[in-house]
Nanobody, 124 residues
Framework: QVQLVESGGGLVQPGGSLRISCAAS????????MGWFRQAAGKEREFVAG????????RYADSVKGRFTISRDNGKNTVYLQMNSLKPEDTAVYFC?????????????????WGQGTQVTVSS
């Protein structure tokens, strides 16, 4: 089992950048693919980005491709989401999630463990 705690959310102007983090505690962080999801007010939660167990593979939603970068530091049990060129439509609560997987998998659904979320607001 793994516990996840997000941090780093806040208010940023359109076009700005923000990095959010997710610290994991528990055993075997490297057994999990990690993902970021978001949920805007009145909308369903959606996949944003995912990273494989080793960090060697990533995948992104089309809406954030080229602007967001997911990475992980297995020595620190932490996953990051670097968000650049932010738009008002990126405003949402961002959730970190973990799923035990095979080495190369980067799932977009079926995550088992979730953090509490961190609010990101893009507004002038």
């Amino acid at each position: 089992q793994v516990q996840l705690v997000e941090s780093g959310g806040g208010l940023v102007q359109p076009g700005g950048s923000l990095r959010i983090s997710c610290a994991a505690s528990g055993r075997s962080f490297t057994s999990y693919a990690m993902g970021w999801f978001r949920q805007a007010a009145g909308k369903e939660r959606e996949f944003v980005a995912g990273v494989s167990r080793t960090g060697g593979g990533t995948r992104y939603a089309d809406s954030v491709k080229g602007r967001f970068t997911i990475s992980r530091d297995n020595g620190k049990n932490t996953v990051y989401l670097q968000m650049n060129s932010l738009k008002p439509e990126d405003t949402a609560v961002y959730f970190c999630a973990a799923k035990p997987t095979s080495a190369l998998a980067i799932p977009t659904i079926g995550y088992d463990y979730w953090g509490q979320g961190t609010q990101v607001t893009v507004s002038s």
